[in-house]
């Protein structure tokens, strides 16, 4: 059975949250970012932003809350928030 573009999304913004980026901010616009440049061109961008609030309105196993919190977190939203790693901004 093939996975939908929530499992993939989820799959590849799991794994850079467990590994590289661990303990690192990413804001969704980032993590959208970075999934549509990891999963590469058979996704859609309109299709990876979808899965994305999918997967903030439902974060499962795949976020600790110290990393991220809240489902409205795209990049300049929360001001005194600590800056994205990848975007820079708070």
Known sequence: MPYTTEQS???AVGELLRGAAH???????CLAK?????LGAGYHKRD???AMDKVFEAPGAMRPPSLLTGST???????GKPPCHRCRVA
């Not at 303990?23 to 616009?29: E, I, N």
């Not at 970075?34 to 990891?38: P, Q, S």
């Not at 977190?73 to 001001?79: L, S, W």
């Open 34 to 38: 970075f999934a549509l440049e990891t």
């Open 48 to 50: 990876i932003g979808r």
């Open 23 to 29: 303990g690192k901010f990413w804001c969704q616009t």
């Open 73 to 79: 977190y795209r990049a300049g939203a929360d001001v």
């Open 9 to 11: 999304v989820r799959g």
